[in-house]
């Protein structure tokens, strides 16, 4: 495991693509360009619309072993708001219908 810090060149690179392509989806509110993000991108385009809500101090946990918690953020009545991120549901036909 690499300590906080170490990323490559690539990997900083990596990411800040990511959170880019997540940001302009997110901004686009293009329902199928957000779905067809990848998990990481999909995990940063949920914090900018937390942003975009009015979150702050907003920290993506992302990797294996976070027991869930993928997102923390604050707002005005707590600096502790656990968010799990769901890309996907049992049966999206149905979650998209509203049945």
């Known amino acids: 495991m690499k300590k906080k810090g170490t990323e490559s060149k690539n990997e900083?690179?990596?990411?800040?693509?990511?959170?880019?392509?997540?940001?302009?989806?997110?901004?686009?509110?293009?329902?199928?360009?957000?779905l067809a993000l990848s998990p990481t991108e999909f995990e940063f385009a949920m914090a900018a619309i937390l942003?975009?809500?009015?979150?702050?101090?907003?920290?993506?946990?992302?990797?294996?072993?976070?027991?869930?918690?993928?997102?923390?953020?604050?707002?005005?009545?707590?600096?502790?708001h656990i968010c799990p991120v769901q890309e996907t549901c049992e049966d999206q036909e149905d979650w998209f219908s509203g049945d």
Do not use: K
Not at 68 to 80: E, K, N, S
């Open 51 to 80: 942003r975009m809500l009015g979150m702050s101090n907003i920290q993506r946990v992302g990797g294996s072993g976070h027991l869930g918690v993928d997102i923390l953020a604050g707002d005005a009545f707590g600096p502790h």
């Open 12 to 34: 900083v690179r990596e990411t800040e693509e990511q959170q880019g392509a997540a940001r302009g989806a997110a901004q686009s509110g293009d329902l199928e360009l957000i």
